[in-house]
């Protein structure tokens, strides 16, 4: 091996042979039987997302199954019996519920490497992707239950302006019908394309609704923000405390913009074939 032939010399103390090592390729036979070319990094990268969801995963389960106990053990009386707490448990019941499926999914045994970089999956039958399937299936109620309670909550915002809450209420829920029909369509293609590989999931739907949940759930805690600083300024007005409100106001703004300084984890549950 020379340096000419755009191969390091070997040298184990040389960063470039080092990184030519790490990312050599290797041939494989597809499912056509013909040759397929994949390299260490994919490998890698493989790896390191399926471990990254993992801890994703684990996260939210955890975090979202002490919520829920949280929610019924501070909650008395006849909140109980309230709309936006009723939805807000079910909510959460569903993120449970969809995150151990996720776990489910992400340790079966169809995650190997031949069925996620080659979709070798022919061996495993329509039972084998049930958690997928079910997985799938939660999303829609999911996105219907967190947009209906971010609507009831603006509408107990503008308690005292009906003629404005009616307008906010109602294009609020022509807009969450809307991504619940996106979500319902993408769900859709997700599960067909479980039995039927040929056919491609529209990458724009799946952009559509993070972009449309963003800003709908962007706006939902903008108005809220817009009505706790005017509840401020009446008490400044009225000579009355609020620094509560101040801190609370403080911390729901970190909360808008602290989630947009990192990036998004590459978590996707597709099919070995849309990956």
């Not at 790896?47 to 975090?63: E, N, R």
């Not at 952009?207 to 600083?229: N, S």
């Amino acid at each position: 091996m020379s340096a000419t032939s755009g191969i390091p010399t070997p040298d184990p103390t040389s960063p470039a042979w080092s990184e030519y090592v790490d990312n050599q390729s290797f041939n494989l036979t597809s499912l056509s039987g013909q040759p397929v070319t994949l390299s260490l990094f994919d490998v890698n990268d493989y790896l390191y997302t399926q471990t990254v969801a993992a801890i994703f995963q684990a996260f939210i389960l955890g975090f979202g199954a002490m919520l829920f106990i949280v929610l019924i053990a501070l909650t008395h009386g006849e909140r109980r019996h309230q709309p936006i707490y009723l939805l807000n448990l079910a909510s959460l019941l569903l993120i449970v519920f969809r995150t151990i499926l996720n776990l489910i999914i992400i340790t079966a045994s169809y995650q190997g490497l031949g069925q996620m970089l080659l979709g070798a999956i022919a061996q495993y039958g329509p039972g084998s992707f049930a958690p997928s399937i079910m997985s799938a299936l939660v999303q829609p109620f999911l996105y219907s239950t967190i947009l209906a309670s971010l609507i009831l909550q603006i509408r107990v915002v503008f308690g005292s302006e009906p003629t404005t809450r009616r307008i906010i209420t109602l294009v609020f829920t022509v807009a969450a019908i809307v991504l619940v029909a996106f979500v319902t369509t993408f769900i859709t293609y997700e599960i067909i394309i479980q039995f039927d590989t040929t056919i491609a999931i529209p990458r724009w739907i799946y952009k559509v609704i993070r972009i449309y949940f963003v800003i709908f759930v962007g706006l939902t805690c903008l108005i809220f923000l817009y009505k706790l600083a005017m509840a401020i300024r009446r008490r400044k007005r009225m000579g009355q405390p609020a620094n509560p409100l101040q801190i609370f106001f403080i911390f729901s703004c970190q909360c808008l913009i602290v989630p947009c300084t990192s990036p998004p984890h590459p978590f996707f549950l597709f099919s070995p074939a849309d990956r």
